[in-house]
């Protein structure tokens, strides 16, 4: 229908039409004009017009009255190619997702092996290597007609220092039904002074320099006031025994042994670690401060959750830290205090506001490690955190002693940054969401699909972020290999930080060690199967040398991996029970057992251009000592370390039975 056709009444409507689109109109909002208009435009719609009046037909809006079909089918087309808007609107954020258009309902799915701890990518791993297993099985009972299976702190002057402290409160329920709040009679059996002095001090050694959750001085205070008065209200308050609680649980988990108190408190179970005791008291007494929470609450939050790593629930830990995060970004503890939030004004204690300061990086830290752990969304974004790193340059002497020195916060910090931004866009979910590279997360890749060029240099990429790291770390914080076999420069806060350094690194170059692994598998599959047929088949296609050295990366840092924990341990500086030392030493089992197979293969097999065969050795005494550290590990109560024992073990078995030697030939 042409325009010059159009009745009066209906070209009113047409005017309007091209003025205003159905869109603009109903929001009521001024129409740009234009096809298509700003506003449909930021939207990806089609501009709509209204229909003709008295139309009975005209309950579905059509499009403009004389576009032909052509143009239409254009536009339409411009619509779905477009992903983002033109740069000449500046006020546009992002394109809106079309949820669940991208996936479909058949494909099976996969899950986060990031897990640094390698528990879910061992547990694919081992699946993987029984289907290898599987396979050859089978060709040994076609070609061979073989039945069997292949082989397989100073003393102080109060009265009762070697007492306990015993503490009767009454504790505060919510009740869900009524909504309201129950106090409950509760009697709390604390450990004497002396003891919980030697606690603190325990955390202070092993985690006060990388995370801050207490004054130093104002701790000790504390407690020594408690004893003192213990029908005191302060003594009392239900949240500062919840936090004095956790505080004791852990201190005790970092010694690696529990006070005796037969008498009094029955005996905790053999299968939980020390102070598993006292961390479930403290669960008992948290307290629901969702509308009004307080830093202690914040604090107590994170205590719960590095003990929750210990019982090896991580997805409790995840849940704390997640709470954490949300109580403190309600108390605005990540915007500096010039930007005018309502509960965060200005003070002249500097003490206090450097103490916010670095809660809300501790918590910041155990966001990063909880949901890069479990491949979940970061609780804040970079963007929105107002607040400095961490620094004492404007406090005295005597409120720098509250703190320890921020440098080592700030590096372990700097490493976690580098680790969740690693593993969120390599096995992330939002990796392939987020980053222009959709092909290069390793969400929906298996371990048997082999790696593109895209793949190995977003790997290479993230390994120069890490090196970069440690080439720009403080020389106070790096360690120095020696040619007599020691380490200079260790102590336990640069052997934490570099073992979570390597760690983070094995993760990344775990798709190419398996890649390696399988090319091995290939070529002895091949092998296998000449000799079976007498036919020669064509060889296999050379691996990329990114990949040899990869494997080669991977292979020297889990036998420096192996160095650290051994040293650290002749040190007494290795926590037995904690849950970090035995997800670094199962890290280092798993890449030296894939590094072994490989050797192994070498070995057989003549040189497959992997690794090389004089480092089978190195790998099977390094693979020894950290089963050892793993079993005086699980001798001490570490929940995790058992776990993950059964799972090298495995493995182990697995790899070994895809050697040479047990096929036959």
Known sequence: MEVSSVSGSDRATLTRGLKACARCRTKRIKCLGGTPCRNCLLSQTNCIFPARKGSRAGVEARPLVGQSDSSTSRQSNSYENALAPPAQYPGYRR?????????????????????????????????????????????????????????????????????????????????????????????????????????????????????????????????????????????????????????????????????????????????????????????????????????????????????????????????????????????????????????????????????????????????????????????????????????????????????????????????????????SALYGYAGKDCTPFSDVSFFDHGLDSPLSQAHLDKIHEFYLGFKSWEETNPPALKIQYCHDGTISNLNRTTGMLYLSFYQCILVILRPAVVQGHNYCFEHVNQVYGNFATSECQTGLEALPQSIKDMCETSFDLAIKMVRILRSMWELSVLAPCAFFEASFTFTAGIALCMSKHICTSNETYGSLGVLDTQSASVCQEALTATTVIMDHQISSGNVAAADYRKLLKQLETNLSNLNGGHWGL
């Open 95 to 423: 394109p809106e997702k079309q949820f669940g258009s991208r996936r479909q309902a058949s494909v099976q799915p996969r899950t986060y092996r990031g897990n640094p701890s390698c528990h879910t990518f061992v547990e694919q791993l081992i699946e993987w290597t029984n289907i290898q297993l599987s396979h050859l099985q089978d060709l040994s009972v076609i070609n061979f007609g073989l039945g069997t299976p292949w082989n397989t702190v100073s003393p102080t002057t109060i009265g009762s220092e070697s007492l306990d402290l015993e503490i009767s409160i009454d504790c505060e329920t919510h009740a869900a039904a009524t909504g309201c709040r129950l106090k409950k009679p509760m009697k709390l059996r604390l450990p004497p002074y002396n003891y919980s002095i030697r606690l603190i001090e325990t955390l202070e050694r092993f985690i006060g320099q990388e995370q801050h959750y207490f004054l130093r001085y104002s701790l000790r205070n504390k407690v020594l006031s408690m004893h003192q008065s213990p029908e005191a209200p302060e003594s009392k308050a239900q949240g500062w025994l919840c936090r004095w609680l956790s505080l004791i649980a852990l201190g005790e988990l970092y010694s690696g042994r529990q006070m005796s108190q037969a008498d009094s408190v029955p005996l905790e179970s053999r299968d939980d670690p020390p102070g598993a005791m006292y961390y479930f008291k403290a669960v008992s007494l948290l307290q629901e401060l969702a509308e009004s929470p307080d830093i202690e609450y914040v604090e107590t939050l994170c205590l719960l959750a590095l003990y929750a790593y210990s019982l090896n629930k991580v997805n409790t830990a995840y849940m704390y830290a997640g709470v954490a995060m949300r109580a403190a970004l309600a108390l605005g503890l990540h915007r500096d205090v010039k930007d005018g939030i309502v509960d965060r004004r200005r003070t002249s204690d500097k003490v206090r506001c450097e103490h916010e300061k670095r809660v809300f990086w501790s918590v910041y830290y155990l966001d990063l490690m909880t949901t890069s752990a479990t491949g979940r969304p970061w609780g804040i974004l970079d963007g929105e955190i107002t607040i400095d790193l961490p620094s004492s340059l404007t406090l005295n002497s005597n409120e720098a002693s509250e703190f320890f020195d921020e440098t080592v916060a700030n590096a372990y910090l700097a490493v976690m940054r580098l680790r969740s931004q690693a593993y």
